[in-house]
T-cell receptor, first 112, second 113 residues
């Protein structure tokens, strides 16, 4: 089974802190994605990556950056966390051949 | 661009009731269609999928048929259980394998005993 893991299930940070959310997949998938999920807004795509060292902006990239130094790992970085970044963050991966995405369990981030 | 519209919730049903969650899409070409389910406190899991017109996806008693003429992929279950309480997302993927899925906003289902 494909496994996508995220570094934390729950995280509490202070405004202005630099925050790293890590995602690792174990099935050699080319594509990886970061979403945030908020009530009433559904899933919104932040960034995605087709390959190592490649990244593409999604619908809401402002305030975020990403890093993909290895194929299995995709990091989401909040350079200076703000309260409006309090949310559930979901990571996913997929291959180009099989279009379905496999999701991690999510990280619920609270910024105080 | 591509888009997915699904019925807004929340939907509340009694156990053993019939469920329909409507999903319609806008896309060029021949997208693949998916239903994902998110149980409380968890990530999304693929529930079922269909890759071409008239395909029927099915899993755990849920079904959905890819209707190109009506651009729809409605989710149905004949008899829901309390354990089906979750948020359901309809999604599509265009013909490019690298393009992110386009998701609907989700429909929350609550099933009461």
């Amino acid at each position: 089974d494909v496994k996508v893991t995220q570094s934390s299930r729950y995280l509490v940070k202070r405004t202005g802190e630099k925050v790293f959310l890590e995602c690792v997949q174990d099935m050699d998938h080319e594509n990886m994605f970061w979403y945030r999920q908020d009530p009433g807004l559904g899933l919104r795509l932040i960034y995605f990556s087709y390959d190592v060292k490649m990244k593409e902006k999604g619908d809401i990239p402002e305030g975020y950056s990403v890093s993909r130094e290895k194929k299995e790992r995709f990091s989401l970085i909040l350079e200076s966390a703000s309260t409006n970044q309090t949310s559930m963050y979901l990571c996913a991966s997929s291959t180009s051949r099989v279009r379905e995405q496999f999701f991690g369990p999510g990280t619920r981030l609270t910024v105080l | 661009g591509n888009s997915v519209t699904q019925m807004e919730g929340p939907v509340t049903l009694s156990e053993e009731a019939f469920l329909t969650i409507n999903c319609t899409y806008t896309a060029t070409g021949y997208p693949s269609l998916f239903w994902y389910v998110q149980y409380p406190g968890e990530g999304l899991q693929l529930l079922l999928k269909a890759t071409k017109a008239d395909d029927k996806g099915s899993n755990k008693g849920f079904e959905a048929t890819y209707r190109k003429e009506t651009t729809s992929f409605h989710l149905e279950k004949g008899s829901v259980q309390v354990s089906d309480s979750a948020v359901y997302f309809c999604a599509l993927s265009d013909q490019s394998g690298n393009t992110p899925l386009v998701f609907g906003k989700g429909t929350r289902l609550s099933v009461i005993a």
